[in-house]
């Protein structure tokens, strides 16, 4: 449901002046200005010093208080509004974004679980298991600043022998600080997440891709066969806990979802 005007406005506006700054904290790296911006803009929500439902600058303004690019801008905002950060309103503005469950089109599961649901053997490989500091990339993926401690994981699952997905994961350090203690190979990454953080919103992004050399070679299928790549971040309150990119082979995998009135 779209906010009413009194609830979209409650909160006094992100002004001009609050932009002459908005770089300062930034850590000097080779990135693209617009994506230098997203990661500005993205650590301010995270800090609450931009809070829910503030009204921010237009595109001119920030153009001009920043002195870049009005596409560079606007590729910038566009690319926050469509990850959920912001939230623009038709003559009113862009505000910053209210954090909601998403009605997905299916629930997140532990694979085990669902594999044996169907009857069959799950087992898994553990393929990649490493504690790390966060690249500008995973930060903004987090919403942690550059340097946070991580882990990162690539788990391979099977199920009857037959390898059905690569699952590739970063994971907040301090919300689950014991990972890379875990036994991969005898319970799943969601297992223990859920155990210290329990998920209480999450969201999809679904894509249909060629894999790359490896890719195919631990799926054991060929380069031809299309894969379903999901892109999963999810929530524990307000802190996101993990980010997955979890590849299927086409051949043995669907989406499934029921909807009631």
């Known amino acids: 449901m779209e906010p009413l005007v009194s609830d979209v406005t409650r909160v006094s506006d992100v002004t001009s002046s609050h932009l002459a700054n908005l770089f300062d904290d930034l850590p000097d790296a080779p990135l693209p200005i617009y994506a230098k911006l997203k990661l500005a803009i993205t650590m301010k929500i995270s800090s609450g010093e931009w809070q829910t439902n503030q009204r921010i600058p237009s595109e001119a303004e920030v153009v001009k208080a920043l002195g870049v690019s009005r596409m560079t801008v606007n590729r910038a905002l566009r690319e926050l509004?469509?990850?959920?950060?912001?939230?623009?309103?038709?003559?009113?503005?862009?505000?910053?974004?209210?954090?909601?469950?998403?009605?997905?089109?299916?629930?997140?599961?532990?694979?085990?679980?669902?594999?044996?649901?169907?009857?069959?053997?799950?087992?898994?490989?553990?393929?990649?298991?490493?504690?790390?500091?966060?690249?500008?990339?995973?930060?903004?993926?987090l919403g942690v600043r550059t340097n946070h401690g991580i882990f990162r994981s690539v788990v391979l699952h099977f199920e009857n022998d037959l390898p059905i997905q690569i699952e590739e994961r970063i994971v907040n350090a301090t919300l689950a600080p014991e990972y890379a203690k875990q036994d991969f190979a005898k319970h799943t990454p969601y297992e223990y997440l859920m155990s210290v953080a329990p998920m209480t919103e999450g969201e999809h992004l679904v894509e249909a891709i060629l894999p790359n050399t490896s890719e195919c070679e631990r799926l054991q299928i060929q380069t031809s066969e299309p894969c379903l790549q999901i892109k999963r971040r999810t929530w524990a309150g307000d802190d996101i806990v993990t980010a997955a990119r979890l590849l299927h082979p086409g051949s043995r995998f669907q989406l499934f979802g029921h909807f009631g009135r």
């Open 81 to 141: 509004t469509a990850e959920g950060f912001l939230v623009r309103h038709q003559g009113l503005g862009t505000f910053v974004a209210e954090k909601k469950a998403h009605s997905a089109l299916f629930e997140v599961h532990n694979i085990a679980e669902e594999v044996a649901a169907r009857g069959h053997q799950h087992r898994s490989e553990l393929l990649v298991l490493e504690s790390a500091k966060a690249s500008m990339e995973e930060a903004m993926t």
